[in-house]
């Protein structure tokens, strides 16, 4: 791995723009005639800098971030003569790298937060360590550092999104009500940091399979080859989207983790494996509903084909999945009591919903079926609730 020394200050600046630098100090005035620290558009015009000069070598044995140069081989042959191309480039382009936190040669290496070796790509020990040190939460500001850090190792973690359901919801509420399920949460996320797997590298001469499964609450994915994951999805379920069946959300399921993991998956054949029986003659089902047919469509031009697979075999993405349906399993049994005041509000704010009411109290005949009671929205007698609403599934 190769460091760049002053990365940004090795880009002159342009003649015009250099008396857009100035800047004064107690001992006189100044301007950069090199690209200063800090100027808006310092980071895309080194990273384009970056991508011209090793244009040529990118992603087939070198990676660039910024000032990260991270040259990768099969062998140490041929790793001394990447090595030679890369220190060719910087001698053309006259880029200087800072050589005592360069390494060559290097069994492992620690990039951008992880550890890549010839096993493939793991978290960074250190990272871990302090998530797992991370004192309980007791305000926002500390629950979005957290959300922060954890969140960047969520494609390790199965069933991330589900795990962290309770601590997304805390970060949607207008004050800060932390509680047991929040709690619960927080340690099994933390739980779930210390055992994060070594993510295989991609083959992309071998078959990838997809293996997707929803639950009432939450939709995961695993991608993996050779029984080994390479890559995780997971996303926790709108209200709107927990009221659709199973089939629907198993669709939804092999949708979403197809359109996240397209760089591994456009351009060639792939398996889906899902626990839905009938979602394995999708491709050969007549699509009755606009909704099944847009959700069809946005699987046109990949090349796959889908295997049923019982969930008791789906064990990778069908556990962490039902997590937050048993933890919404136990506030079924208690008493829930409608509170009209809030679903009258929560109607009010409604975008479509106001729409409709603006133009029955212009022209009641504008939208059949429908009607005012006081600041009431009917439907044919029955009270009016968005679709979107949450209290729907205590209604249920």
Not at 6 to 32: C, N, S
Not at 40 to 46: F, G, I, P, V
Not at 84 to 107: G, I, M, P, S
């Amino acid at each position: 791995m190769i460091d760049l020394k002053l990365g940004y200050h090795q880009i002159r600046m342009r003649k015009e723009d250099v008396p857009k630098t100035a800047f004064r100090t107690h001992e006189g005035h100044y301007e950069f005639l090199v690209m200063p620290f800090g100027l808006t558009n310092a980071h895309a015009t080194y990273q384009a800098l970056m991508n011209k000069v090793f244009k040529p070598y990118l992603r087939r044995f070198v990676l660039v971030f910024f000032d990260d140069i991270l040259i990768y081989s099969k062998s140490e042959v041929e790793h001394w003569e990447h090595l030679k191309k890369v220190l060719e480039v910087l001698q053309e382009h006259q880029l200087r790298a800072n050589l005592t936190k360069c390494c060559f040669a290097q069994a492992s290496v620690e990039y951008l937060g992880h550890v890549v070796s010839k096993e493939g790509v793991a978290a960074d020990h250190s990272k871990i360590e302090a998530m797992l040190k991370w004192p309980l939460l007791k305000n926002l500001k500390a629950l979005r550092g957290f959300m922060g850090l954890t969140g960047y190792y969520r494609r390790f973690v199965k069933e991330c999104s589900n795990i962290a359901w309770p601590l997304t919801e805390q970060l949607k509420k207008d004050g800060f009500l932390w509680g047991e399920a929040a709690t619960s949460a927080f340690e099994s996320l933390k739980k779930a940091m210390t055992t994060v797997p070594v993510l295989a590298l991609p083959d992309f001469t071998q078959t990838f399979i997809v293996e997707t499964d929803a639950s009432g609450y939450g939709l995961g994915a695993v991608l993996i080859q050779n029984r080994r994951p390479i890559a995780y999805f997971s996303q926790v379920l709108t209200a709107r989207a927990r009221m659709k069946s199973v089939y629907e959300r198993e669709l939804m399921a092999i949708v979403l983790a197809i359109q996240k993991l397209w760089p591994y998956l456009l351009g060639r054949h792939f398996v889906v494996r899902t626990d839905q029986p009938s979602l394995k003659f999708l491709l050969e089902q007549r699509m009755v509903t606009k909704e099944h047919q847009r959700w069809l469509s946005k699987l046109l031009g990949y090349d796959f084909e889908i295997q049923y697979r019982p969930g008791v075999e789906n064990k990778a993405t069908d556990a962490l999945s039902r997590y937050m349906e048993e933890l919404q399993t136990v506030a079924l049994s208690v008493p829930w009591m409608l509170d009209w005041e809030a679903i009258r509000e929560e109607s009010a704010r409604d975008e479509s919903l106001g729409k409709i009411r603006t133009e029955l109290l212009k022209e009641p005949d504008s939208h059949p079926g429908y009607s005012m009671e006081g600041d009431n929205l009917l439907y044919q007698g029955r009270f009016v609730m968005p679709r979107t609403s949450i209290h729907i599934p205590n209604l249920l």
